[in-house]
């Protein structure tokens, strides 16, 4: 993916947390963990490659955010870094930068689109799998690594499979009013859109609420599903632990391994 305009460089560096959005160094990343801000932007690297990560709940089996980059950062890529403060999918927006789902997707290619990009991918777990998959389709970015992603909101159908974990937050999401429901299930929303984006779907054999939301896309076009055969919801973090998520990232933006 390539996209030609103006350096953003300089104007990441100016965005303050309390507009919601950190510069590129490593206080950025720190705001971010912390909860001041909701966005870093990193383009210091002159690699032609570019992640966007979106972040999940943080509850306690799923990795989080600045813990994947722990990680990631050993490549040499571009970053984007995303969390959602209102912890409702991202339907809320980010503070300061948008409202909904779309305002999101209108600055993040904004952003793209101020750099010649020549390849780009969105990475989450969790809800940060189910963010990957809906702003990679909606970016049409390159890649998308989503690891045991939610594929669908409807407390009615994570009621059904048992899916209730995050109850109290899906009852915060369905009375949110700037939320898209058109977004809230990830099959129908793939079968409706053609892309060229390849969406690699990543999730364990043991989690059975894991297997069910994965499992929904199986035969829609440009999805790859990716079957461990252990690690449960925490699977991201087995996969860091034993070494495979370095390859697996290493692969997917074909840059050296890191160390």
Not at 71 to 100: C, E, M, Q
Request: one cysteine or more; glycine letters at 10%.
């Amino acid at each position: 993916m390539k996209n030609k305009s103006s350096d953003v460089g300089s104007a990441s560096a100016s965005h303050s947390p309390a507009n919601g959005i950190s510069g590129q160094n490593t206080g950025a990343y720190q705001d971010v963990r912390d909860g001041i801000a909701s966005i870093a932007v990193d383009f210091s690297s002159e690699s032609d490659t570019l992640v966007i990560a979106f972040g999940g709940m943080a509850m306690a089996r799923e990795m989080p955010i600045f813990e994947f980059f722990g990680t990631a950062s050993k490549i040499d890529t571009n970053k984007i870094f995303v969390r959602d403060l209102h912890r409702t999918w991202y339907h809320r927006g980010l503070p300061g930068i948008a409202g909904n789902i779309d305002g999101i997707a209108a600055y993040l290619d904004s952003l793209i689109k101020s750099k010649s990009f020549r390849q780009v991918t969105c990475v989450g777990s969790s809800t940060g799998g189910y963010a990957a998959i809906l702003f990679g389709l909606l970016l049409n970015v390159n890649t998308v690594l989503a690891f045991v992603p939610k594929t669908f909101l409807s407390p009615w159908k994570r009621l059904l499979c048992f899916d209730v974990k995050t109850w109290p937050q899906m009852w915060t999401l369905i009375r949110t009013r700037t939320a898209q429901k058109h977004y809230f299930d990830l099959q129908q929303v793939l079968r409706s859109r053609s892309t060229n984006t390849e969406f690699h779907v990543h999730y364990g054999g043991d989690g059975r609420v894991d297997v069910i939301h994965a499992e929904r896309l199986r035969g829609i076009p440009q999805v790859h599903l990716h079957l461990h055969p252990e690690g449960g919801h925490s699977l991201v973090k087995k996969l860091r632990d034993t070494g495979e998520l370095n390859t697996i990232l290493t692969e997917t933006l074909q840059v050296a391994p890191g160390k």
